[in-house]
């Protein structure tokens, strides 16, 4: 299994920036993908970002294209969600999600990104 832990998130004015962490741990070696998703209130969930673990290769939803770089460390076993010109329609519950073994997920607690206008 795969267990995965988030760091970051917070309050940030529009324009700003701010970093997630998503630490893994446990079955590291059969990870696929890993990525961020966000959930804003009375929506749904939404892919923002993922990264295949091993090519590096990235994917980008339109609306964060420019704006955020997804990134992974593979010593520090993390993978980060770099965020600039932050919108307050940023705002959201971030959630680190790895897919594994080719057809298990596993998900993190999620952390809330606040911007404010």
């Known amino acids: 299994q795969v267990q995965l832990v988030e760091s970051g998130g917070g309050f940030v004015q529009a324009g700003g920036s701010q970093r997630l962490s998503c630490a893994a741990s446990g079955s590291i070696f059969s990870i696929n993908t890993m990525g961020w998703y966000r959930q804003a209130p009375a929506k749904q969930r939404e892919l923002v970002a993922d990264i295949t673990y091993g090519s590096g290769r990235t994917n980008y939803a339109d609306s964060v294209k420019g704006r955020f770089t997804i990134s992974r460390d593979y010593a520090k076993k993390t993978v980060y969600l770099q965020m600039s010109s932050l919108k307050p329609e940023d705002t959201a519950v971030y959630y680190c999600?790895?897919?594994?073994?080719?057809?298990?997920?596993?998900w993190g607690q999620g952390t809330q990104v606040t911007v404010s206008s």
């Open positions: 999600n790895a897919l594994w073994s080719g057809s298990y997920y596993s």
